[in-house]
Every structure is written in structure tokens, then in C-alpha cells.
């Protein structure tokens, strides 16, 4: 009987919002439309909600209402990595749209303390953002109905004279297409919700993320990516008062909206702030009561990591607001509240989208002060602070210096070059490969925000990660001064524009006796492959030698020989030319093989294998990690790799491969009959690079020999308060932070690297016990290993001197295991290389140094 009753119910919910799928259902009461104006089934053919639109389609949506009406403009602002458009519509009055220069220039003066402006007739800026994540389509979705309200609804013409709507239709273009195939493909015309359905259970990698697999709300503060970096672009153009921000959730949920969890904001961000997002959040509760949808606030999420879409704000005058919707991932979901329909998220999302509109209106003066406040009252901190400018830089290495200096100018944040040497607190800086960021300028929040460190907090449970300190990261020296060091004759600002890495170029002539190609470059892995992929002869120094003229090469320099090419010696150099240039590293002649130190003819100038590379993928493979390496190996080292569906693991499929990359994941579906390929491919002499599950994988299959530490002390007393327990398991995750830990310069590994002290990123709770055998063990963590964000006390014990790296022999072969993420999320340049040194010359580790 309950069972029945309970179908009787599950069928009602279904009836009552699904069957309504006309525009009535969504639109608001009381507003009349402009005929002209096309509706979304006019130019799509199907209703809002029947179909989830493809991103093609929605383009051409938006295109339509912009020809259609005089208060839009439509523009593309940049392209996918699959080249697909990512695309804007401004909404304001017809007359805003006839000075829209004067008002962005208007908006730049909120950041001018200085500055004089009439805030009563200064228009509001609201951005709305949609389904940054490609599965959260619900945003997407409703930005149909969002870009037809507010370019047809005769009733709001008056509110846009002091509007200026901002509308991003889809985030991330790419994962929106994915996921609209995959659930279109599987829909049913007649739906039963069943959440076993193939609709609802999305092939890996899923739509989440981009082209390569990264969640790109993760990279506001980073932007490592094109969608990133010109969304970027758009809020540092237009200073938007509200940046609206919309996903999606479990379905068994309902609807939040911000702000979350008091104590989980950054303490850079003003409590202001926090004020209006509350007072905003009231529109949404009232609109929200008026359909009778569920929500919450103030018990979920945060706004801590400056990396997402509604924190990125926050730091800047602006207030960003968090929409999760519970989805329905399909057309149609069984959920603990009934069934839950796609138009009925798309429903939620787009009155959330009307109250925030009601709420800049209303509050048009009262966001414009704050944000002018904001930054009137970060000149008083600037003066107070003891900390006046940063500076950071790279001795043997301009490639990372440029790539932190270019990541923060996309913030219109000032940075600037040396025009001399100069030593501070006896650490030299270059003025080839050296910048000064000061403090004093409008973003000074956002600037301490890059560079801090910090490892107390308010609260112990973090939505994402709790560290991104940048110079870490790159694993750059870097200080704060007390004093900005800054005048006209020793410094040059620097803009997006003029900044450029300088090309490479080979010093000597053509005819020299070998050539050497250090290994402390940044991009001397792109051109080591492009030295292999011309079938010269690359052989790598395991010692230190001395050119006839004096220079000093470090371990890992390369020796490049012309091999079996035929080419004559100009020819040899006009390539080395090319590759030197396209990779921006030097290349040097040596005149002679009588070196000091190793002779260029020594056993010890070992000869390489160019790598041919199969990354695993599908099935339990955490796609994340897997697209970091993807990206990391495709973009920033143009190597071609092969994307490896698990499965296809057996027989002589591996014998094409002498790297193997397992990112983090599960890989039981291996068994044992793919634990022991594995194992008969690395004993025949294969380099196999494994992160977290992967290491438990070929552990408890016997392939490699590591054992694990225990994570987290267990709780002590008989009895605790049932309250406190989803707060106290939460505290003990390692959600994200910055660990010191020493390298061995002289292992392959290690090669390239000039300081042994250097910072890793971990994000998971998994430690590894250090090998036995103490040349097996390249990176270990220190004594005191945190060097920025949160631990919990109990993983310290897992962390103190343990392995960040460990060596484990096989046969011929070798497992390189990582403790830690090593390419985290593209940013990470500082722990690069070591995993690149693992792919070059993993094959050169003496087995005598293996566990």
C-alpha cells in the first residue's frame, strides 16, 4: 500500500511540472512581451525544458534576440579549445547602448578613490553566468528564457535606463555540447525517472569539465584556460556590481542560495559583503515563496578560494551569488521530494535570475557606494600595511617568472620589470627573469590574496582548497618588501601586450663539436621532444661538466648530436635553430669533447629514448588528474600522447608505449590479469608514472613494493555529540595545501632543479610511507611540512618525512609513485618538471637506487 501510494505521489509531481512546458509556466505574471521579439521555440523549435539545448543552438538563440532587439548587442568574446564560441549579450536601455564606452570608462573610476562621481545616476552592472559546469544545465537552459525577458518585456524599458545587464548564455561551451548529446541521445518520449537509466549515468569523462577535463570554476584566479581568460576580461572591463553564478546539485536537494556558511569567507573579504549578499538573498526567498520551491542558505558552501565564479568577486567590490539547483540530470528524475522535471530547474534558476534583477534595482545606489567604498578603504590599508611590494623571480629560469607575471596581469593588476640586478636580504633578482608586483594600487586585496600565507582559520572545513599561495607554486624566490623599490629609472610596467618570453637561439656556430642544451628551463622538455622527434642523438649528463670556455652544465643537460639524420653541419644548426626558437631555450656549441668534470664521450652521458606515451583514461580514472596531465603534455610540451581506455589493457597493445601514465583512481577493474600486463611490460623496461589509487593498485597487486601510512587519529572518549559529526570527519580531509619537502639534486628526478627546497600540493589523505632504501626516496617532506593553508593536526603524523616521490624497480623497469599532484589544475608550474624528469629519465634511474 505505502508503495502505491508513494507512485500515486512520485506520478502527481511528475504531471504537475512536467506537462507544463509552455513559456506561461516560466514567465512572471504581469508583464506583456514585444511581439517582434522571438521566443526560444520560435528559433529552436521546441519548447524551454523539452530538449536541453546544444550550444550551437543557443548561440544562435542569442544571436536571433540580438538582431531582433534595440536593447542588445551581441558579441563573441573568444573561443573553446574546440573552438566554439563563448558569447555575451549586454541588455540596457537603447540610449545605454549609445554610450556603453562612457559607461565602462565610468565604472574604472569606482576603483579611483580619487575620483568624482555621481553615484545617483551611475547605472548597476549585473552579470549572469550559466552553467560553468556542462551537467548543471538548468542555467544554461534558463538563460533563454532570461536573454527573452529582458529583451521583450515592454514593462522593465524604464529599469534599463540605469541597467546594464551582462548575459554568458554557457561558461563552458564545450562541456554544455557534451552533456546536451549525451542526455538528448538517451531520452525517452515517454519517461518513467528511473535513475538507473543511461540518461542520468553520463560515459566518462562527463560534461562537468572542459575540453581537457578541468572544472573551469576552479580557474577564475589561475586562468589557464581561454574560457577563463576572456571571461576574465569581461569583468575587469565592466566592474560588475552582481555577478550571478549558476549550478547545480544532488537531485535529492533543493535550491541554495547565498551567502553559505558565515565563519567559510575569506577574512580579505569585507563583512560587508556578506551584509548584502544576505540582504539580496531576501528577493530570492520571496520570489521562491511565491512558486513554492524548497531552498536554504547559511548551512552550505562557502566563499573561501578566490578561484571560483562567486568568490572571484568578492575580493573586488563586487558580490558574487552561488545558485545550486538540484538536478534533475535528464529530462526527468526520480527524487526524494517527488519527481523532479527539467523544466522545474530551469524554472528555479530563472526566477532566481528575476530576483536578483528586482534586487539591483532596488539597490542600484546602495552597490554602487559599496564598491566605491571598497576601494576608497583599501588605501587605508595599504598604508598600514608593513608589506609595500612583492617580488619574485627565477635565477636560471625566465619561463616561470613569466607565466606568474602573465597570470596576474589578467587581474588589472600593475606589474613591473627590473632595469638592473638588484639583492634583497642577500637574495639576488635578475632583471631578465625578475618582477615587482606593489601593493598600492586599487587590487590590493586581490594582490595579497596571490601571495599570502596562511594557516590559521576560523573554520576547519573548506569547499575547495585552503592554499594557492602563487609564488609557491612556481616555485619562485619571491619576499614581501617594506618598501616598494619603485622609480622611474630601475623599473618598467609591464602590460599584457608587451610581456613576451624571449625566443631561444643557439650560441656558437654551425660545424660545433656537440651541442648542450641545459636542463633548468622551464620548456627544455618541449624542445628535448622535438630533439627526439628529429631522430637526433639526445644523451643526458648524470654528472656536472665544464665547456672548454668556462660555462658550467648541471645534471640533466642534454647533448644533442646530429645521429643518423645525413644533415651537414648547417643544416644541423638551422634545425636547432628552429627548435630552440619555438621552444625558448638556448642551445650551446661546444668546441671540443675534453670537458672538465665528465667528458662529453663518458659513460655517464647516457643516451635517451624518446618517450612514446600512453595515458590511462576511462573507467576509474579520476578525469581531473588525467586532464591536467593531458594538457600539461599537449599544450604546454606539444607531445602527442595516446588517451588509453583501460580496457584496452592486454596482450601486446603496451609493447607500442615505454611510458605509462596512471593518474589518481580506481583500478580495480584491471584485476589481476591487468596487474600482471602491467607488471610483464615494466620488467621489460617501462617507465610507469602512478598517483594515489593507481600506487594502491600496483601495491596490493604485488606490481610495485610501497607501503602506506595511517591517516588521521581516531576520535578518543566514549561519547561525542552526534551534532558535531559530519563537522569533525570533514575537518580531518585535505582539501587542498601547500607542503615543504627537500630534494635530491643529483637524482634524475631531480635534474634541473638548482634549489633542493621546494613546495608540493596535495589535496587527498593519502600518505607513503618512505622506502627502505634511502636513494629510492628523490622528494621527501620535511620535519615541518605545511607551509600554507589547513591540516588537521591527526594528518600530520602521515606527513612528517615521508615520501613525496618513491622509486620502486621492476625487472628492467621502474614505478615512479607520487604522493602528491604534481600538474595541479595547470597552475602548478614549481613540480612540472618533476614529472616531466620522470618521463625522460625514468628509463636512466640506476636499478640499484629503486626499492
Do not use: C
Amino acid at each position: 500500500m505505502k508503495k502505491s501510494l508513494l507512485s500515486l505521489l512520485l506520478s502527481f509531481f511528475a504531471l504537475a511540472s512536467y506537462a507544463q512546458v509552455d513559456l506561461s509556466y516560466y514567465l512572471p505574471t504581469g508583464y506583456t512581451y514585444d511581439q517582434s521579439i522571438p521566443t526560444p521555440k520560435e528559433v529552436l523549435g521546441y519548447e524551454v525544458g523539452e530538449w536541453h539545448v546544444s550550444h550551437d543552438q543557443l548561440v544562435m538563440y542569442m544571436k536571433a534576440v540580438a538582431a531582433a532587439s534595440d536593447r542588445v548587442t551581441f558579441e563573441e568574446t573568444g573561443r573553446t579549445y574546440e573552438k566554439r564560441p563563448q558569447v555575451l549579450l549586454t541588455i540596457t536601455s537603447p540610449s545605454n547602448l549609445a554610450k556603453i564606452d562612457q559607461i565602462k570608462a565610468d565604472r574604472k573610476k569606482l576603483r579611483d578613490a580619487g575620483a568624482s562621481l555621481d553615484i545617483s545616476k551611475m547605472p548597476i552592472v549585473m552579470f549572469m553566468g550559466y552553467s560553468v559546469h556542462g551537467n548543471e544545465p538548468s542555467g544554461a537552459n534558463a538563460s533563454l528564457l532570461a536573454a527573452y525577458h529582458f529583451a521583450a518585456a515592454k514593462e522593465i524599458a524604464g529599469d534599463l535606463e540605469n541597467m546594464v545587464l551582462l548575459l554568458d548564455p554557457a561558461i563552458n561551451p564545450d562541456g554544455l555540447n557534451r552533456f546536451a548529446s549525451w542526455v538528448n541521445t538517451h531520452k525517452s518520449y515517454n519517461m518513467n525517472g528511473d535513475p538507473n537509466n543511461a540518461e542520468f549515468n553520463e560515459s566518462w569523462p562527463r560534461g562537468r569539465t572542459n575540453h581537457y577535463w578541468f572544472d573551469l570554476n576552479r580557474d577564475w584566479l589561475p586562468v589557464q584556460h581561454p574560457e577563463s581568460r576572456n571571461r576574465v576580461r569581461v569583468f575587469q572591463e565592466w566592474l560588475p556590481n552582481i555577478h550571478l553564478d549558476f549550478h547545480e546539485m544532488g537531485t535529492n536537494s533543493t535550491f541554495f542560495f547565498q551567502p553559505g556558511v558565515p565563519a567559510r569567507m575569506h577574512p580579505l573579504t569585507p563583512a560587508k559583503n556578506f551584509e548584502l549578499t544576505k540582504k539580496i538573498g531576501t528577493y530570492h526567498a520571496k520570489a521562491l515563496d511565491q512558486i513554492g520551491s524548497l531552498y536554504f542558505n547559511q548551512e552550505s558552501y562557502d566563499d573561501y578560494y578566490y578561484g571560483k565564479g562567486s568568490t572571484y568577486p568578492d575580493v573586488q567590490g563586487s558580490i558574487g551569488i552561488l545558485f545550486e539547483q538540484a538536478s534533475s540530470r535528464g529530462h526527468l528524475q526520480e527524487s526524494v521530494n517527488g519527481m523532479l522535471s527539467f523544466p522545474f530547474t530551469i524554472r528555479n534558476q530563472f526566477t532566481a535570475n528575476l530576483s536578483s534583477f528586482q534586487a539591483a534595482k532596488e539597490m542600484r545606489q546602495e552597490l554602487n557606494q559599496f564598491m566605491k567604498d571598497f576601494y576608497k578603504d583599501i588605501q587605508k590599508e595599504v598604508d598600514s600595511d608593513t608589506n609595500k611590494a612583492y617580488i619574485f623571480g627565477s635565477r636560471d629560469d625566465d619561463a616561470r617568472s613569466y607565466h606568474l607575471a602573465d597570470l596576474i596581469l589578467q587581474h588589472d593588476i600593475k606589474v613591473f620589470s627590473l632595469n638592473d640586478d638588484i639583492t634583497v636580504n642577500g637574495k639576488e633578482f635578475q632583471k631578465e627573469n625578475s618582477y615587482i608586483v606593489p601593493a598600492d594600487q586599487p587590487q590590493y586585496r586581490l594582490i595579497k590574496a596571490m601571495f599570502e600565507t596562511r594557516n590559521t582559520f576560523k573554520d576547519s572545513l573548506f569547499y575547495d582548497i585552503s592554499a594557492w599561495t602563487y609564488p609557491m607554486a612556481f616555485n619562485l624566490d619571491y619576499m614581501a618588501l617594506n618598501s616598494q623599490i619603485l622609480n622611474l629609472a630601475s623599473v618598467n610596467e609591464i602590460t599584457k601586450s608587451s610581456i613576451a618570453l624571449a625566443p631561444g637561439k643557439v650560441i656558437g656556430d654551425a660545424g660545433a663539436y656537440q651541442y648542450a642544451m641545459e636542463w633548468t628551463d622551464y620548456y627544455a622538455p618541449k624542445a628535448a621532444y622535438k630533439l627526439m622527434d628529429a631522430d637526433f642523438q639526445v644523451r643526458v649528463a648524470t654528472g656536472e661538466f665544464t665547456s672548454a670556455d668556462g660555462k658550467k652544465f648541471g645534471r640533466g643537460t642534454l647533448l644533442i648530436g646530429k645521429g643518423a639524420t645525413g644533415l651537414d653541419d648547417q643544416a644541423f644548426y638551422n634545425k636547432l635553430s628552429e627548435i630552440a626558437k619555438e621552444s625558448t631555450v638556448d642551445i650551446y656549441g661546444l668546441t671540443t669533447g675534453y670537458t672538465g668534470g665528465l667528458n662529453i664521450g663518458s659513460p655517464n652521458m647516457m643516451p635517451l629514448d624518446k618517450p612514446e606515451i600512453a595515458l590511462l583514461v576511462e573507467g576509474g580514472v579520476d578525469s581531473y588528474e588525467a586532464g591536467e596531465i593531458w594538457h600539461l603534455l599537449d599544450q604546454r610540451y606539444e607531445m602527442p600522447i595516446t588517451l588509453l581506455p583501460m580496457d584496452r589493457i592486454g596482450g601486446s597493445t603496451l609493447d607500442r608505449y615505454n611510458v605509462i601514465l596512471m593518474p589518481d583512481g580506481s583500478y580495480s577493474s584491471l584485476g589481476k590479469s591487468g596487474a600482471a600486463t602491467l607488471k610483464s611490460w615494466i620488467s621489460g623496461g617501462g617507465t610507469l608514472l602512478a598517483k594515489g589509487g593507481a600506487i594502491q593498485f600496483l601495491s596490493q597487486n604485488e606490481v610495485g613494493n610501497f607501503k602506506f601510512r595511517e591517516s588521521g587519529a581516531p576520535e578518543a572518549g566514549l561519547q561525542k555529540s552526534y551534532a558535531d559529526y559530519d563537522n569533525a570527519r570533514g575537518a580531518k580531509v585535505t582539501g587542498g595545501a601547500i607542503f615543504n619537502a627537500t630534494l635530491d639534486l643529483t637524482h634524475p628526478i631531480g635534474y634541473g632543479y638548482v634549489n633542493s627546497d621546494i613546495h608540493t600540493f596535495r589535496n587527498d589523505n593519502l600518505f607513503m610511507e618512505p622506502s627502505e632504501n634511502p636513494y629510492a626516496n628523490p622528494l621527501v617532506y620535511t620535519d615541518k611540512p605545511l607551509a600554507s593553508g589547513y591540516l588537521h593536526p591527526s594528518n600530520l603524523p602521515g606527513i612528517q618525512n615521508g615520501s613525496v616521490i618513491q622509486i620502486s624497480g621492476v625487472g628492467r623497469g621502474r614505478i615512479v609513485a607520487f604522493a602528491d599532484n604534481m600538474n595541479f589544475r595547470a597552475f602548478w608550474f614549481g613540480t612540472n618538471k618533476l614529472y616531466m624528469n620522470a618521463i625522460f629519465f625514468g628509463q636512466v634511474i640506476n636499478g640499484g637506487t629503486t626499492r
